[in-house]
């Protein structure tokens, strides 16, 4: 008898199976988004955002790929990393021991956290929305109102308008139905803006863009060139940059 086709219902041990698997795995892990496009969003952070000897909280830290590009940047920052998986936080405390930067690690289960309220100056959560559930993201926002200092900033990233059926596939073993990348939600312009504003979050700037053509010199022809010869529709990211109130 061919096996039951049904949808995934993720739950925080099918979700670490997946992320143990891909972070072991080529190509899988190679193609972490904060691995391929964190300096880019870096490159637009440093237009925004304060980073300079500031407390900067990396939600859902992954293995510290964001990290490496702030290593490589020599940002004079602290860097506080966070992940509910604890192979991926021992990853990062293995690969980077010693690192200046690196101020505290924390792996965790559900929140809220044991970090310290109003401790911290940024939190960046790199393609974590829409991995998570409603519930999930109330809990996971009401967090980083209560660790970020009066005025802090938040940025988040999320595909922007994501097709999921793109990405949807099927196990013909066990006959679940999932987005390969555990992608739960889509995410366009608005809907961003206005979750963050229901949360108390102010000063918002919800950007759609291409973090590749982001460029450390905004204002060079290769950066007036891309802005040009990118249309609208093709911009697959959004960055939402806010404040705590």
């Known amino acids: 008898m061919p096996p039951l086709e049904h949808h995934l219902v993720w739950d925080a041990d099918t979700t670490a199976r997946l992320w143990d698997f891909?972070?072991?795995h080529a190509p899988f892990n190679q193609q972490y988004f904060a691995l391929t496009?964190?300096?880019h969003l870096l490159n637009l952070l440093q237009r925004h955002v304060s980073l300079h000897k500031r407390a900067i909280l990396d939600f859902g830290s992954g293995p510290g790929n964001l990290f490496r590009h702030v290593i490589?940047?020599?940002?004079?920052c602290r860097y506080h990393a966070l992940d509910f998986s604890e192979k991926s936080i021992r990853q990062l405390q293995h690969d980077f021991a010693g690192t200046p930067q690196l101020q505290s690690v924390t792996a965790v289960r559900e929140l809220p956290s044991s970090l310290a309220a109003a401790s911290m100056d940024v939190v960046i959560a790199v393609e974590v929305i829409e991995h998570v559930t409603a519930e999930q993201l109330s809990a996971m926002l009401t967090e980083f109102k209560r660790i970020l200092k009066p005025g802090?900033?938040?940025?988040l990233t999320t595909p922007n308008k994501e097709n999921l059926a793109d990405s949807t596939t099927f196990c013909p073993e066990c006959g679940a139905v999932f987005h390969k990348w555990q992608h739960l939600r889509r995410w366009d312009a608005d809907a961003l803006r206005e979750v963050m504003t229901a949360h108390g979050f102010v000063n918002l700037r919800v950007l759609e863009l291409?973090?590749?053509?982001?460029?450390?010199?905004?204002f060079g022809l290769y950066g007036r060139l891309r802005a040009l010869f990118n249309p609208r529709h093709k911009r697959p990211h959004l960055v939402c940059i806010g404040s705590h109130a």
Not at 72 to 76: E, I, Q, S, V, Y
Not at 152 to 155: N, P
Request: aromatic share 8%; hydrophobic share 35%; proline share 4%.
């Open 22 to 24: 891909y972070a072991r």
């Open 37 to 39: 496009h964190g300096g």
């Open 72 to 76: 490589a940047r020599k940002l004079d």
């Open 210 to 218: 291409n973090l590749k053509y982001v460029t450390a010199d905004p």
């Open 152 to 155: 802090g900033q938040v940025v």
